[in-house]
């Protein structure tokens, strides 16, 4: 069916490496470019390309032989993609829709012109226009680019805090009273038919800016997760999506809800749609570009994601043996991505677990982060 379709994605990284499974059943073949041979995709992909996709010769050299060029993170060269476009290669989503959302202040003041309720927000310039700004503390800066999982953002209580801070192009941001952090996976095909998955909780610690727990249903009353559903609708028809997207919210203590950010392609609060959909966000964007109908964004069962992170070097042998207890569980599920010799801290895999009631998957969940921190300590 598709034996003759060159497909790439830009960047190898684990959600690369999961779209690459779903690419298996629909007999694709799929070309990955990352700047590391040890990125995840790299053990996956027999056409693998070491390459940048921020730079524009690496993206366009990559790009220009292959039928569809999509996505696994947004830093890529949006100028490259415009090209291979001009080339007639399918691009998803589109480099329109990526230049809106690489950029946090743009992505910011383009959602104000839509209506779409933010976060109030400034541009700075560097830590020295920051320092005008004392008048607002305390605040939250967010680096405009390039910054992912709470590495680019920083809460700024006092002014020695502001002389400390980012010194690159910023937004600064009123701190909203958060209740709730939520995340909807959204999809869109070209001809504007959306699939909208059911609301995610987010759990952060907050002191390390970790997530802790994934929950999904997120838990909301009716009302609410039809407001926040409708609100990701909205967003990717502003954006004109054409492929997935995560849309993440605050519900603030009043009840408004904000949108905080948007990822355009498949994002880790959909991990859980894997087990827990009738059709895995990874298999949705396959979908999307391959121009096949959408699937079923219908909740299966109830979920529980959450991130395994590399432990010091002495700790491993007791997270493996963790793991092996834990899935010893009923419906817990996991995924190592095999990156070779990772910091302490990063990511290294995620166990979901299912069950058809939600308190259910949420008390296994707590006896497996115990018992995961147990083997950290
Ligand atoms: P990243 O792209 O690095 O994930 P986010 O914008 O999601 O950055 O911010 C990381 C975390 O910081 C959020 O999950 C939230 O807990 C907190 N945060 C971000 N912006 C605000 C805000 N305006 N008010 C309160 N908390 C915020």
Avoid at 79 to 94: A, E, F, I, N, T
Wanted: hydrophobic share 40%.
């Amino acid at each position: 069916m598709f034996e003759n379709l060159k497909i790439g994605i830009l960047g190898g990284g684990q959600l690369g490496a999961m779209l690459l499974r779903y690419a298996i059943d629909f007999g694709l073949d799929v070309a990955v470019m990352d700047k590391s041979t040890y990125s995840p995709c790299a053990r996956y992909s027999a056409s693998f390309t070491c390459g940048d996709p921020m730079s524009f010769d690496d993206v366009v050299r990559f790009g220009k032989e292959l039928d569809i060029v999509t996505i696994e993170k947004e830093a890529v060269n949006i100028d490259g993609l415009r090209r291979l476009r001009d080339m007639g290669v399918k691009v998803y989503p589109s480099p329109e829709t990526l230049e809106i959302i690489q950029d946090k202040y743009v992505q910011k003041e383009f959602l104000k012109e839509h209506n779409i309720p933010v976060a109030m927000g400034w541009l700075v310039a560097d830590r020295q226009e920051l320092m005008s700004h004392a008048d607002k503390l305390p605040v939250v800066l967010k680096k405009c680019t390039q910054g992912y999982d709470g590495k680019g953002v920083l809460m700024l209580r006092t002014v020695e805090d502001l002389s400390t801070a980012f010194d690159e192009p910023c937004v600064l941001e009123e701190i909203v009273d958060v209740k709730q952090e939520i995340s909807v996976i959204v999809s869109r095909n070209e001809s504007g038919v959306i699939e909208c998955y059911d609301p995610v909780l987010m759990i952060f610690d907050k002191q390390r800016m970790l997530l802790d727990f994934q929950i999904c249903p997120a838990g909301l009353d009716e009302e609410t997760a039809i407001r926040v559903c409708s609100l990701a609708t909205r967003v990717a028809e502003a954006v004109d999506l054409t492929g997935i997207m995560a849309v993440e919210m605050f519900i603030a203590g009043n009840g408004k809800i904000y949108v905080n950010e948007l990822a355009p392609r498949p994002h880790n609060s959909g991990h859980h749609t894997i087990e827990a959909a009738k059709t895995s966000q990874f298999e949705q964007q396959l979908r999307v570009i391959l121009g096949l109908p959408m699937g079923s964004a219908q909740t299966v069962s109830a979920s529980v994601m959450m991130n395994i992170l590399e432990p010091a070097a002495h700790r491993k042998h007791a997270i493996t043996e963790a793991l092996k207890t834990i899935l010893c569980t009923n419906d817990v599920h996991l995924h190592w991505y095999g990156k070779k010799g990772g910091m302490e801290g990063r990511k290294m895999g995620h166990i979901t677990i299912t069950d058809i009631q939600r308190e259910e998957a949420i008390s296994k969940s707590v006896i497996i982060k115990h018992l995961l921190k147990e083997s950290y300590a």
